[in-house]
C-alpha cells in the first residue's frame, strides 16, 4: 500500500525496487526519462511543484547540489514535508563533502560554475532521524579517467569541461597516490514528523 515520491529520480531505480506495485510510485525529476509506463512520471523543479497526494515515502537522494544552488533548499525541505502523509517517513540521502572532497569543490568551483551535492544538516536538526554514514570508492585505471568521473559529479557540460579538463586531471595527480578516492555519504531517515 506504499505510496513512495522519489525527488530526482533520473529513472527512479530505487522506487521501482522497494515498491512492486508501479502505480504507487510518482517520480520527480527536472529532465524527462523513458520509465514504466504504470510510474506517474512528474517533469519539474521539485521546489516549485505542488502535487494533489500525500506519500508514506519521499526519496531525495544527491538531489540537493541542485538545492542548494539556486538556494532552494528550505523550500524543497518545506514542499517534502507538505507532501508527507501524517505517518509516512522521509529518506535523505547525500554527501559529506570533507576533506579530499572538499578541497576538489574548492578547486572546481574556481574552475567551473558547478553543482555539487551537498545538504544543509541544520535543516533538520529539530528532527528525530536515524543516521548511517558509509563510502562509495571512485576508482579509475588512469588519472585521466578518474578526471571524467569529476564531470559527473559537478554536473558539468562536456564542453565546459574538457576546455579545463587538464587542470583537474593535474589537481588529482597532485592530490592523489593512485587514480582512486572516497566519498563518505550519510543515509538519514526521518520519522514521526506530524
Known amino acids: 500500500k506504499t505510496k513512495i515520491l522519489y525527488?530526482?529520480?533520473?529513472?527512479?531505480?530505487?522506487?521501482?525496487?522497494?515498491?512492486?506495485?508501479?502505480?504507487?510510485?510518482?517520480?520527480?525529476?527536472?529532465e524527462e526519462f523513458e520509465s514504466d509506463p504504470r510510474v506517474n512520471f512528474v517533469k519539474g523543479e521539485w521546489e516549485n511543484l505542488r502535487l494533489n497526494e500525500k506519500f508514506d515515502l519521499i526519496i531525495a537522494s544527491h538531489v540537493w547540489g541542485h538545492f542548494s544552488y539556486n538556494k532552494k533548499s528550505k523550500e524543497?525541505?518545506?514542499?517534502?514535508?507538505?507532501?508527507?502523509?501524517?505517518?509516512?517517513?522521509?529518506?535523505?540521502?547525500?554527501?559529506?563533502?570533507?576533506?579530499?572532497i572538499k578541497d576538489l569543490i574548492d578547486k572546481t568551483r574556481k574552475i567551473f560554475d558547478t553543482q555539487y551535492d551537498s545538504f544543509d544538516e541544520n535543516l533538520i536538526k529539530k528532527f528525530k532521524r536515524k543516521e548511517i554514514e558509509f563510502s562509495v570508492k571512485l576508482k579509475e585505471s588512469t588519472f585521466e579517467k578518474l578526471a571524467d568521473l569529476i564531470q559527473v559529479l559537478t554536473i558539468i557540460s562536456d564542453e565546459e569541461f574538457n576546455k579545463n579538463k587538464k587542470l583537474i586531471t593535474d589537481f588529482l595527480k597532485e592530490k592523489l597516490d593512485?587514480?582512486?578516492?572516497?566519498?563518505?555519504q550519510k543515509l538519514v531517515i526521518l520519522e514521526n514528523l506530524k
Open 7 to 30: 525527488i530526482g529520480a533520473n529513472e527512479g531505480n530505487i522506487s521501482k525496487n522497494l515498491q512492486k506495485n508501479k502505480s504507487k510510485v510518482t517520480l520527480v525529476d527536472v
Open 76 to 100: 524543497a525541505l518545506k514542499n517534502i514535508l507538505h507532501h508527507l502523509d501524517k505517518n509516512g517517513k522521509i529518506i535523505l540521502c547525500y554527501n559529506i563533502n570533507e576533506n579530499f
Open 178 to 184: 593512485k587514480p582512486e578516492f572516497e566519498i563518505k
